[in-house]
């Protein structure tokens, strides 16, 4: 079922997901929930939190190219972990918690992640460029850390744009509270 993204503002997005003990019929609804809702919402990756539930679980929308033909893949990780890193990128990130806000935000090039599949086997997988920043991404909001929060500390443009983002944000939810 497709689910509505939790906004800027609610604090279940600065809560630590809780780790999955075993992937019972709750946690596969929740991967279909999650699914359902990426491929309406779109974005790359998707963590639990932004649908309100606080479980270690993420999925990622892995595009494939072959030829003139692209196949979209979503796939979950449960209990993800980041065991290793490499390199660096940087580059504009958006979230779809923070709907419209995008910025240049430094990550790791290339990560290798440990966490089962929906079938409770353990993966390790290596991930580059766009979903390395997708998993970094993800795994943040399940340990309640948001993407405004690794804006470089002297990236005072980045500081002024999420200053107006906020202001802009929450003039048009006061407007729609009142409206209805």
Not at 103 to 110: F, G, M, Q, S
Request: aromatic share 4%.
């Amino acid at each position: 079922m497709v689910k509505n993204i939790v906004l800027y503002g609610d604090p279940v997005l600065k809560r630590e997901a809780v780790p999955v003990k075993n992937i019972d019929e709750n946690i596969q609804k929740l991967i279909k929930d999650l699914k359902d809702t990426i491929k309406v919402e779109g974005g790359i990756g998707l963590a639990s939190n932004q649908i309100g539930v606080l479980k270690r679980v993420i999925v990622l929308n892995e595009v494939i190219s072959e030829g003139d033909k692209k196949e979209s893949i979503i796939f979950p990780l449960i209990n993800p972990e980041i065991v290793r890193k490499s390199g660096e990128q940087r580059g504009d990130e958006g979230c779809l918690s923070f709907p419209g806000l995008y910025l240049p935000i430094t990550r790791a090039e290339k990560v290798i992640v440990t966490y089962m599949d929906e079938n409770g086997k353990s993966v390790e997988r290596e991930f580059t460029d766009l979903l390395a920043r997708a998993i970094q991404h993800e795994l943040d909001h399940l340990n309640g850390i948001l993407f405004i929060e690794r804006i470089d500390e002297d990236d005072e443009e980045s500081k002024d744009i999420v200053r107006q983002w906020r202001r802009e944000f929450m003039l048009s939810k006061i407007v729609k509270d009142r409206v209805g």
